[in-house]
């Protein structure tokens, strides 16, 4: 998608060399960021440089391909995927990108391993690009159904940023956004600023602004009254992790939406490529949830009246507070799941059955 006018991907292999978008930047600057080595793919990922579950799958492959241009050894290869799948414990796309790079790449010698692990990390980010289309075209027909019924704008509710900063283009949530819009439906999108680290606002609002669709950025706690006020048609969110049973794990903050949109005969829509389903856990409660920083609450970015980015505290200096990055929805509160092969239902029958 475009910034500036001029088409990016948030991913890209030049060189020897993974060329990124630094995400902890945007909005205020937009730097390409050099990982040149595998532990600067994982410090990338866990301090959230890339963010956003398909693109941090992609970064953990490029990962395995920067671990063989490093050393061409196999100790050293299966320690880089295990610190590849620690650097984040959510979002399953992390641990379904190494394990499919290194299943790649079992029984190949080592005169050939680097080629081979290098276009099987392009293929899944090639991949990626096009399950992202395919969400975008499936969902779309949801907005066109809802625009044709209203004949008026179609108001949608989104959590976090699982727009294409989030995965290599498209996004998941927002690609059927982006799809309507091309189409010449008129949209406008809810974006939930999403704290602490405001990805919403940050990021989604940012990537909007740049394809030119309308939005406004609300407080986290804002869904419930526009829900209410009938001003939301409805809400699309994207997911780190979906079990079988259809039940979501996001970004802190959307189960609450869920509730909300339950409340108000809301649609509550998922978007998600199949490298999101956790096919093996299925019990929510057994999805780990990634604990971050309490600097990450306490502590603010932003630019001052000079455009310098500053960093504040905000909070009393002696007080806690505990950051949880996730939360879980139930399947009974989700209407249905965008996916690459078609929507479905959030249960396990309706999943195996698209996914055979
Ligand atoms: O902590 P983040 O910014 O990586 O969380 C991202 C989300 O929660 C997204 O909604 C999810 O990864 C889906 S991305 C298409």
Redesign the pocket.
């Known amino acids: 998608m475009q910034i500036n006018g001029k088409n990016y991907r948030t991913i890209w292999f030049e060189h020897n060399t993974v060329k990124i978008i630094d ?1 902890t930047k945007l909005p205020h600057q937009f730097i390409i960021k050099d990982l040149k080595t595998v532990k600067d793919s994982i410090n990338a990922i866990k301090t ?1 440089e890339v ?6 799958g992609a970064t953990a492959a490029y990962g395995i391909v920067l671990s063989i241009l490093e050393n061409n050894d196999q100790s050293f290869l299966k320690k880089s995927s295990e610190d590849l799948i620690a650097s ?1 414990p ?2 399953i ?1 992390l641990k379904w990108a190494v394990d499919r790079m290194i299943k790649k790449l079992s029984g190949i010698n080592s005169s050939n391993i680097l080629k081979v692990a290098l276009e099987e990390a392009n293929a899944i980010v090639e991949e990626d690009v096009i399950f ?1 289309k395919n969400i975008g075209e499936n969902g779309l027909r949801i907005i066109q159904e809802i625009a044709n019924k209203k004949k008026d704008t179609v108001n949608i509710l989104t ?5 294409w900063l ?2 290599i283009d498209w ?3 927002t690609s059927p956004i982006y799809h309507a819009h091309q189409k010449g439906i008129k949209v406008h999108v809810w974006v939930d600023e ?1 704290r602490p ?1 405001n ?1 919403g606002a940050n ?1 989604t609002s940012y990537e909007l602004n740049e394809e030119g669709i309308q939005n406004t950025i609300i407080t986290d706690n804002a869904g419930g009254i526009l829900m209410q006020r009938g001003e939301v048609d409805m809400c699309i ?4 992790r979906t079990l079988s049973t259809g039940d979501v794990a ?2 802190i903050g ?1 189960y609450l939406k869920a509730l909300a949109a339950k409340d108000n005969n809301v649609p509550f829509y998922v ?3 199949s490298s ?1 389903i956790d096919w093996s856990v299925k019990d929510f409660k057994k999805i780990p949830i ?1 604990e ?1 920083s309490s600097k990450e609450l306490s502590h603010v970015e932003g630019v001052d009246e000079n455009n310098n980015v500053a960093t504040v505290r905000i909070y009393p200096e002696k007080s806690k507070a505990l950051n949880l ?2 939360d879980i929805t139930p399947a009974k509160y989700v209407t249905g799941l965008i996916t690459e092969k078609g929507i479905c239902e959030a249960s396990e029958k309706s999943l195996k059955k698209i996914f055979k």
């Not at 959590?159 to 727009?163: K, R």
């Open positions: 995400q959230m963010r956003g579950a398909p693109l941090i984040r959510t979002a796309n992202c959590h976090c940023n699982a727009g989030a995965t996004g998941t949530a999403t680290r990805q990021l969110v994207g997911t780190d996001n970004k959307t978007a998600l490529p999101t990634e971050r990055a996730f």
